[in-house]
């Protein structure tokens, strides 16, 4: 079991350009997640996807799109990077959205837009 | 809304030390509440929950007691190791379906 994957763990990119960030579970999760982590501001929640062909917007969706691909494939599109989303980006999956659920994540990647 | 606050660090204990790590929460109904641990390097792992007032989550050494009354899902061990050297998440999960984080407290644990 890998659990949840992440690629790349790396990135860098110039502003404007547009980049992909890949995740994929493998524990048969209905529910998976995207946060950003950054200095003094703990997680936010970027989009989530509560079952398979759902996908709702978190705390900071702007300037991100998601695609639920199947059940194990959930990705975040920067359409047009900008500075301010230099970050680290986790990817989560639970076994549903309830209240007990615990949040699985993946190693997170480092994005920096110069 | 519903929102976690938790300690800010960094915290600097010595080995063998008592460690509290303090949050509070505020929130509508009856939450759940988690507290996660991330090591240098690595995502962030379930270290203990707690899904109902008076339950105590324990794991590792730690613990933590949900108390209603006073809005708070402390963070407890009795004796840490420098092994136990990374950031603490307070989290809480509300009756919207959504989990909010607190802002992490790192701990160092000295030799």
């Known amino acids: 079991n890998a659990g949840v994957t992440q690629t790349p763990k790396f990135q860098v990119l110039k502003t404007g350009q547009s980049m992909t960030l890949q995740c994929a579970q493998d524990m048969n999760h209905n529910s998976m997640y995207w946060y950003r982590q950054d200095p003094g501001m703990g997680l936010r929640l970027i989009y989530y996807s509560a079952s398979e062909g759902t996908t709702d917007k978190g705390e900071v969706p702007n300037g991100y799109n998601v695609s639920r691909l199947n059940k194990r494939e959930f990705s975040l599109r920067l359409e047009s990077a900008a500075p301010s989303q230099t970050s680290v980006y986790f990817c989560?999956?639970?076994?549903?959205?309830?209240?007990?659920?615990?949040?699985?994540f993946g190693p997170g990647t480092r994005l920096t837009v110069l | 809304g519903n929102s976690v606050t938790q300690m800010e660090g960094p915290v600097t204990l010595s080995e063998e030390a008592f460690l509290t790590i303090n949050c509070t929460y505020t929130?509508?109904?009856?939450?759940?509440l988690f507290w996660y641990v991330q090591y240098p390097g690595e995502g962030l792992q379930l270290l203990l929950k707690?899904?109902?007032?008076?339950d105590k989550g324990s794991n590792k050494g730690f613990e933590a007691t949900y108390r209603k009354e006073t809005t708070s899902f402390h963070l407890e061990k009795g004796s840490v190791q420098v092994s136990d050297s990374a950031v603490y998440f307070c989290?809480?999960?509300?009756?919207?379906?959504?989990?909010?984080f607190g802002k992490g407290t790192r701990l160092h644990i000295l030799p």
């Open positions: 989290a809480l999960w509300g009756r919207d379906d959504k989990i909010i």
């Open positions: 929130a509508t109904g009856y939450p759940s």
């Open positions: 707690a899904t109902k007032a008076d």
């Open positions: 989560a999956s639970s076994a549903d959205t309830t209240r007990t659920d615990t949040q699985y």
